[in-house]
């Protein structure tokens, strides 16, 4: 996958989207058609943004700078003729300046943020790891559990969030951690906030 610095479409949700996250979208409204069949077309990205002001659908939204570029991995016309996609996310980046085109689709230039490194979970956090393995053995992941990225703070601190119970604004927070390290003590420390 090619990354584009500029002109880069913005899809903003409600949600956030990490590195690896799997996203699936169903898109009618014509400025993401568009989107999505130019990102079809060209085999790029577009960036998953959340939103601090406004709705996922209508007037553009105003969104947090740190989002995550998406790849589109899947799509399929859905029976009631919506186009749904399936997307992983790729790199975090900030958004440096965003324009709004005349039909509501949002282009910024970003710089993309350097991959973090993969770092051990230490000794003391080893508990997340198996709370992360507990809840991705219920939900019957298919994902062998000795598997080295149960290792990576990184990795283990994004599906940690993805799927524990918390608010979108922690998780945006989350996500704009630039440690793995420092983020699984912020997931460990919202256990002992409840």
């Not at 589109?72 to 790199?91: F, H, K, P, T, Y």
């Not at 005349?102 to 993309?112: F, M, Q, W």
């Amino acid at each position: 996958m090619r990354t584009y610095t500029n002109n880069v479409a913005i899809f903003p949700l409600s949600t956030v989207l990490f590195p690896e996250g799997v996203l699936s979208l169903r898109i009618f409204e014509t400025r993401y058609l568009d989107m999505v069949s130019r990102c079809l077309k060209h085999d790029i990205p577009f960036g998953v943004n959340m939103i601090i002001e406004g709705q996922e659908v209508g007037k553009a939204a105003r969104c947090y700078e740190v989002g995550t570029l998406a790849k589109i991995v899947n799509w399929d016309r859905s029976a009631d003729g919506l186009l749904q996609i399936e997307a992983v996310g790729c790199q975090r980046f900030r958004i440096l300046d965003a324009e709004v085109s005349k039909g509501e689709l949002i282009t910024a230039s970003i710089n993309v943020l350097d991959d973090l490194p993969a770092v051990p979970v230490p000794d003391e956090l080893c508990k997340l790891t198996d709370i992360l393995q507990k809840v991705l053995k219920k939900e019957r992941v298919n994902i062998s559990f000795d598997a080295p990225v149960f290792n990576d703070a990184n990795w283990v601190g994004c599906r940690l969030t993805e799927v524990l119970p918390m608010e979108e604004a922690i998780r945006q927070r989350l996500l704009e951690i630039d440690d793995p390290i420092e983020r699984l003590h912020m997931i460990l420390g919202l256990f002992a906030a409840r």
